[in-house]
């Protein structure tokens, strides 16, 4: 399992909601996370409109958000989805809007719930962050902030690439563990 | 260091003392799921290849969105579920007769004080009314649940709320939840624990604790919790050593504590479209009405039809207004026709609904059309919830309620209130 997630960082404020990192127009396109991906946070950073492959070409792997981040009361996959098709390997924020969370986790995108991290990262800051326990190193300007350690189960929902996958290869395990 | 009461919860499911922030693998005691998530869960469930669901006896499934089914896609739908709860011995399944708003069912005869009870519905938030943690899930954690009878939960951090003095005559209990959540601006409760008590909430019904946790919902909180006592264990029926009674430790930490005067809280009313545009009744008065909704697992209990009775008995409902009343189960429906209740909404001119959620999400009968307004006394008024987008949902109490269908407008019910009193 690898423990520690480094890459460079996308900073945004506080109240970006599942509408803005990925627009209710693009909800028809199911949860297949490289179309979602192309349209990923094109209401926080417009800009990505104009590329290519939107967000994903400009290699944040890491985003950080500021308070209820993923908020609008929407319990879907497709934000996080999009933000997993978008290349996002970690997600950090002040505060976490609760379904945004626990949609993180159960897809296997590692979410650290981190008060005051936007005060000490900026966009293009380069980040490592260890996810068991919670501390995390801005590479770039040498600061550390502590955060929310993960679970060993949610550890292994990251490994697995989701909840459902997880629990799925633990049913798969049980007759090879008898052979 | 001391816990608070969803502290003591998450710590004895968790079978450790754990921490705010922390995540946790917690066991789950009851487990609800309805038919407008059912089909969802329950092909997820079967995607992980599980031969048996852990423990059947302590989930229930209610069909409640789409009661009796209007269309072939919800009745296949219910249809999917029977059989599925049928093949894995899921034996409190609530069939049509035997029906009610999950929600209702959860608290009238399931889940008791100090349990963890979630569901698959953002409003699972009011069990916590019983002093359990309580909250909405997706639907795989729902299938995972199922399969392990775990999930993963984070400890929130609790803000408390202490409701003092008491409520002035036809004020209630969603008076206060509506002041409640303008105490702060939502962002202030996202995630968090909400543990509410103080004397007027001591003093208050169970029903009236029920509106309280299920509108907490509104607040963005991950869960609201009220301490358990006498009357919630009459109401649930058991006995102390039954179940948990947990209460928060002397010196428990709170991340934010509120103070709200009950006595200064005046009959509000939610305007569209959204719950925190709240007002008080008396500055929207006037506004004709074409719709007024009595039910929902917010205010569709036995208090809430006596409030609207006290207003509604011996009157009429106005010309060109529809009153819908829709009990929250079968229990309460009975209950009703028992004491004359029903005999007197029909009397009144209201029409009878069997027990459901209705047009409160939209998914049931009930809906308002283009340029329509109702009055509801259920928890959301988002544009197009109840129908269409270009109608108007103001939520309020029972009292509100019953006062719109009577007068035609909106109005303070106390207007009518002070006439009972008068004869």
């Not at chain 1, 993180?104 to 962050?129: M, Q």
């Not at chain 2, 290849?49 to 896609?73: C, E, W, Y």
């Not at chain 2, 939610?270 to 719709?291: I, T």
């Not at chain 2, 209950?335 to 029409?351: D, P």
Request: aromatic share 6%; net charge negative; proline share 4%.
């Amino acid at each position: 399992m690898k423990r520690a997630i480094s890459g460079k960082a996308y900073l945004c404020g506080d109240n970006v909601t599942a509408y803005q990192i990925i627009a209710q127009n693009r909800w028809n396109l199911g949860l297949k996370e490289d179309e979602l991906g192309k349209w990923a946070m094109e209401g926080v950073c417009p800009e990505v409109l104009n590329i290519e492959n939107g967000f994903k070409d400009k290699g944040f792997t890491i985003v950080v958000g500021g308070e209820d981040f993923g908020g609008g009361g929407k319990s879907i996959e497709h934000p996080i989805a999009a933000l997993q098709g978008a290349g996002v390997k970690l997600l950090i924020a002040d505060s976490f809007s609760r379904y945004s969370f626990r949609n993180a986790i159960n897809r296997g995108l590692p979410a650290i719930l981190c008060p005051g991290i936007t005060k000490v990262v900026c966009t293009n800051d380069i980040l490592e962050a260890d996810l068991v326990t919670g501390n995390i190193r801005n590479c770039t300007t040498g600061v550390e902030i502590q955060g929310a350690p993960l679970s060993d189960l949610v550890l292994g929902f990251v490994e697995h690439g989701g909840m459902l996958a997880y629990y799925r290869r633990k049913h798969l395990d049980v007759p090879e563990s008898i052979e | 260091m001391g816990s608070t009461i969803i502290e003591k919860i998450c710590s004895r499911a968790a079978g450790k003392q754990v921490k705010v922030g922390e995540i946790v693998d917690v066991s789950v005691d009851r487990l609800f799921i309805n038919d407008f998530q059912g089909p969802i869960v329950f092909s997820q469930f079967e995607s992980l290849n599980s031969k048996t669901v852990m423990n059947p006896d302590r989930i229930l499934f209610g069909l409640d969105h789409r009661v009796p089914p209007a269309d072939v896609q919800s009745a296949n739908n219910h249809r999917i579920c029977r059989q599925f709860c049928t093949k894995y011995g899921i034996e409190r399944f609530a069939e049509i007769g035997r029906h009610g708003i999950g929600h209702q069912l959860m608290v009238e005869q399931f889940t008791r004080p100090g349990e963890v009870a979630l569901g698959t519905d953002s409003h699972a938030t009011m069990y916590g009314a019983l002093g359990a943690l309580s909250c909405g899930i997706t639907s795989s954690d729902a299938a995972v649940i199922m399969e392990s009878g775990k999930i993963w939960l984070q400890v929130p951090p609790s803000i408390r709320i202490n409701v003092v003095g008491k409520l002035k005559t036809g004020v209630t209990a969603k008076d206060l939840s509506l002041a409640m959540i303008k105490l702060a601006p939502v962002n202030e409760f996202i995630y968090k624990a909400v543990e509410i008590g103080g004397e007027c909430i001591r003093d208050m019904s169970v029903s009236g604790r029920l509106v309280i946790a299920n509108m907490a919902a509104e607040m963005g909180v991950k869960c609201s919790v009220i301490e358990a006592d006498e009357k919630t264990l009459k109401f649930v029926g058991c006995t102390a050593e039954e179940c948990h009674l947990d209460s928060p430790d002397p010196d428990a930490v709170y991340e934010k504590v509120f103070t709200l005067d009950a006595s200064s809280v005046e009959p509000l009313i939610a305007c569209p479209h959204n719950v925190d545009n709240v007002q008080e009744v008396v500055q929207v008065a006037g506004l004709p009405v074409d719709q007024v909704f009595l039910g929902s697992c917010t205010n569709g209990r036995m208090e809430d039809l006596e409030q609207a009775l006290e207003i509604l008995d011996g009157r009429k409902v106005c010309k060109g207004v529809r009153l819908l009343v829709v009990p929250a189960s079968q229990t309460v429906m009975l209950e009703a026709v028992e004491k004359g209740y029903i005999e007197k909404f029909i009397r009144a001119g209201a029409a009878i609904m069997t027990p459901s959620c209705a047009s409160c999400a939209g998914a049931g009968a009930g809906l308002i059309g283009d340029e329509e307004r109702a009055v509801a006394t259920t928890n959301r008024n988002f544009k197009g919830r109840m129908g269409s987008a270009r109608g108007e949902v103001f939520l309020a109490s029972a009292y509100v309620a019953a006062a719109a269908a009577v007068s035609g407008k909106i109005c303070d019910p106390r207007d009518f209130l002070k006439e009972v009193a008068a004869k």
